[in-house]
């Protein structure tokens, strides 16, 4: 009979942690979180946007991910649903070069470089720092951002 009561109040002890860790993920106010952006390309060409990719020591690439056509609109998600880049921007151990796009023209090559020469071996159009822009700048444009 005390092993019953016991095994009751750990389960309900144990469920009552779960649902605690789970509203505080998942029932997040949709407003005060954002793990995406749109990006508005506003030229009159195909461009394209990338992130950094590190390979080792000061070793980086530009990776493509999707073109944008000219006067289009795309979005990106730059984190996971259940994290924010309001809580990431904050981060100490997140690195803030993985909220920075770089805007290329839509044809560009693949190479490794170090981050010294990365504008010289790729010719970046613009480079998106949403760390640089901040919160509450992002938040008055509802996280969209423009090239040019």
Not at 39 to 61: E, H, K, M, P
Not at 115 to 136: H, M, Q, R, V
């Amino acid at each position: 009979m005390k092993k019953s009561y016991i095994s009751k109040l750990f389960f309900l002890l144990f469920s009552f942690l779960l649902f605690t860790v789970c509203f505080s993920y998942c029932c997040r106010k949709p407003e005060s979180c954002h793990y995406k952006v749109t990006i508005i390309n506003n030229s009159d060409s195909i461009v394209s946007y990338s992130r950094l990719t590190w390979f080792g020591d000061n070793q980086v690439a530009l990776t493509s991910y999707k073109a944008i056509s000219p006067h289009d609109s795309i979005e990106y998600a730059l984190a996971s649903p259940r994290d924010c880049i309001e809580d990431l921007m904050v981060d100490e151990n997140f690195p803030s070069t993985n909220l920075t796009l770089f805007i290329l023209p839509d044809e560009h090559p693949f190479i490794i470089t170090n981050l010294d020469s990365l504008d010289i071996t790729y010719n970046i159009l613009k480079i998106i720092d949403l760390c640089e822009y901040g919160a509450d700048s992002l938040n008055k444009t509802n996280y969209i951002v423009y090239y040019p």
